[in-house]
């Protein structure tokens, strides 16, 4: 074979066999785990993989659901242009006949039923370029005080909580670097080995240096096993439990007495209320032994530095405001916080659900944690957007209350942002009939969710691989993701598309933006001087410094590891102590005789939220292809339920059937489903629309109900 020959076929096996990556972060929870794809072109055939990539907050770990990420953004299913309702079908359409459509609707529903008429639900999966800019739409492009988003369902206590104890909310107020060196940690309602498994190296290291790991949940879990005390507790009796705790932290003399004196507000009036509390009766009502809660109380109260991490557990309770400030009542008493090693944390569930609720798609926030009811804050934004300060509107409602508007016909169109409400929310029935209601629902999705299905028209968005902005992770770290994956068929991004639909409405001068880095420029302006300040954070230094710990206030500053080590964010300097009502706190659901049992709900580890992204994954969802439902044996056997059978779950809302799956690592008197499937085996149809009354967040952790086998008759 001659020279030019070889060189021919070296050439063509080159072409044929070609590899591209693409940099990326992981569109799941709020580790942000850095990563690459990886796209190998052998021949005529594509394979891609995943793999992790350094970085400061997770050294390059994936978790399998960031492995294979990369598989719902290649789905078959995945929308690739606008479609519009037809007579009960959806049908392919042009962006400008989707734009038009939205414009003629929006309109006609402002004209008739005024501006507050429409509304907008967002996202915790956005960037924060994307929350930001759809607050600002809200406010500018529709003059809507309806915004809200799907982040009220997974942290709005602990944001109020931090908010009501600190001044400010910060996800973590340390880095994660300080966990490993801390002497004890306390895991309060948090499954973190399956809901941010990268994060596990962390507790693990800091149990091998010799801490001591309490753990607080009904269940036995990955996380429980690593503890070397773990609290088994009723669902929902966590403001007792922690009130316990205090109340002997006091009393053995284990309270920092100068911190309290310089640094703390209320210590007297909320020790008073905990002295009221009957041990004997703590430990019945949370059914944790006396013994134990002085074993966690003690060991956490002698202890030089210790931590608190809180999660949905204990988050999403009527009460769950209270809980978390309970926790940080504890961590005010022994002088935890704003010290090495010390401090507080809540393990944010969703990617951006930090950043996305500092923005503005809360319904009482403008960007940078400024209040909107506040005119000094209003002016500024109002200065910034170039509008009227008396033009922007007031606050509104929070996000399961803007279906109680639609139910009363106060809300009669609605722009749902890449969430998928009909499963995420409580009172899934109730949320089915109010969307139905609305006069024009659009729905900007990668899928036909479930609440896509009922819109009038879907917009295509765009996945993680395509869409570059900055989000705000567990710590508050600002990371960039990166993101140069081609858009498919006629996908645009979502930022674009906020801004088109801005523009038909005639704000085209406000919503002129070219990038997501132009986009986080104006962001920067609207947080300066506030509570979360990006103003110090740009592009070109969180690619320098892979990421930048808010408040950075200055272009030169180097943004903040720990969080109040002089002061607090109340005006005075000061932390503010929960003072609750005898240390308990709202009232809950009770069993009876119709309805014997608790439930509680959570995740597992394969899939994400509402499952819409993680069950288009064939490698994620052959791990768990249905939902089910966990109960101890000796509670099976009281019910005549089989292992493996279907088992009919019902509350006084409704009902769903599931697989039953025996487990002793669940108390007698609960059983657990996890919430990431619709239909009928969506456990939200379950859920009641209380609502905790300081931050609104439904009380998904605690229902009653009664089982039995599916082919029994539901009396």
């Known amino acids: 074979m001659t020279e030019l020959m ?11 066999q070609s590899e591209r990556v693409y940099e990326s972060q992981c569109p799941f929870c709020s580790m942000q785990c850095k990563m690459q794809l990886l796209e190998q072109q052998v021949v005529s055939r594509t394979s891609y993989k995943t793999v992790g990539k350094d970085n400061p907050t997770t050294q390059g770990r994936l978790c399998v659901k ?22 009960g079908e959806f049908v392919p359409i042009s962006w400008s006949e989707a734009l038009e459509k939205i414009k003629t609707h929006f309109t006609d529903i402002q004209e008739q039923d005024g501006l507050d008429a429409l509304s907008v639900y967002g996202s915790a999966s956005l960037t924060n370029e994307e929350a930001y800019l ?39 107020t340390n880095s994660l670097q300080e ?47 690593i503890a070397d005390l773990h609290l088994k507790n009723k669902p929902g009796t966590d403001v007792v439990l922690a009130s316990a705790l205090l109340k002997i932290i006091i009393e053995e003399d284990l309270i920092d007495k100068e911190f309290i004196n310089n640094r703390v507000q209320g210590f007297e009036e909320a020790a008073h209320e905990v002295s009221l509390l009957d041990l004997e009766e703590c430990a019945f009502a949370t059914g944790v032994p006396k013994d134990q809660l002085y074993q966690a109380a003690i060991t956490f109260g002698q202890e030089e530095s210790g931590m608190i991490f809180t999660a949905r557990g204990i988050e999403q309770q009527l009460d769950g405001t209270e809980a978390v400030r309970s926790f940080i009542n504890i961590l005010l008493a022994t002088g935890k916080i704003g010290r090495p090693y010390s401090g507080f944390g809540a393990v944010t569930g969703q990617g951006n659900g930090q950043g996305a609720r500092e923005h503005g798609q809360k319904s009482d926030q403008l960007p940078g944690y400024r209040s909107i009811e506040n005119e000094a804050d209003r002016k500024y934004i109002a200065h910034l957007w170039e509008v009227e300060e008396k033009e922007l509107p007031r606050k509104g409602v929070s996000a399961y209350e803007m279906f109680e508007e639609i139910d009363r016909g106060k809300i009669t169109g609605m722009l749902v942002m890449c969430s998928n409400p009909l499963i995420s929310n409580p009172n899934a029935n109730f949320i089915k009939k109010s969307l139905q209601k609305l006069k024009f629902l659009v729905a900007v999705d990668m899928f036909l969710s479930e609440t896509a299905e009922l819109a009038d028209l879907v917009l295509p968005a765009s996945s993680y691989l395509e869409d570059q902005g900055t989000m705000t992770n567990v710590e508050g770290r600002v990371t960039l993701r990166e993101a140069s994956y081609p858009l498919p068929g006629k996908v645009k991004h979502d930022w674009q598309i906020i801004c088109e639909i801005a523009s038909v409405m005639g704000k085209s001068d406000q919503f002129s933006y070219q990038s997501p880095e132009e986009i986080f420029n104006e962001l920067r302006i609207a947080s300066r001087g506030a509570r979360a300040d990006y103003y110090g954070i740009t592009y070109e230094k969180i690619r320098k410094d892979e990421g930048v710990l808010w408040p950075c206030p200055e272009l030169e500053h180097n943004g903040t590891a720990r969080l109040f080590e002089e002061e607090f964010a109340h005006q005075d300097g000061k932390a503010r102590m929960a003072v609750l009502n005898k240390g308990r706190g709202t009232p809950k659901e009770k069993t009876s005789d119709a309805f014997p049992l608790f439930l509680t709900t959570g995740r597992v580890m394969s899939h994400y939220l509402t499952g819409e992204q993680t069950r288009k994954s064939p490698s994620l969802a052959a791990r768990h292809i249905e939902s089910f439902m966990e109960v101890h044996p000796d509670t099976a056997e009281k019910y005549n339920l089989k292992d493996q059978m279907l088992v009919r779950v019902t509350s006084e809302h409704g009902g769903i059937i599931v697989r039953c799956r025996r487990s002793k690592n669940i108390r007698k008197d609960t059983v657990f489903v996890p919430f990431h499937w619709g239909g009928d085996q969506n456990v939200n149809r379950l859920v009641s629309g209380e609502l905790d009354p300081f931050c609104r967040m439904p009380g998904f952790k605690l229902t009653t109900v009664k089982v039995e086998p599916a082919l029994a008759r539901s009396v």
């Open 134 to 172: 759809l607050g600002k739409f809200a406010r500018v492009g529709l003059k809507t005080k309806h915004i809200d988003y799907n982040g009220r369902l997974c942290m709005s206590s602990a944001a109020t909580g931090a908010n009501q104890s600190f001044g400010v909310d910060r996800g973590f």
């Open 179 to 225: 966990i490993p060196r801390t002497r004890c940690i306390v895991l309060a309602g948090t499954n973190i080995a399956e809901c941010q498994p990268t994060i596990m190296p962390y507790f693990e290291q800091a149990k091998e240096n010799g801490a001591y790991i309490i753990t607080i949940d009904p269940r036995e879990t990955a996380t429980t096993d």
């Open 6 to 16: 070889l060189k021919y076929f070296r050439t063509k096996q080159q072409e044929a």
């Open 66 to 87: 960031g492995m294979n990420a990369h598989q719902h953004a290649f789905h078959r299913d995945r929308l690739m242009q606008p479609l519009l309702k037809r007579n």
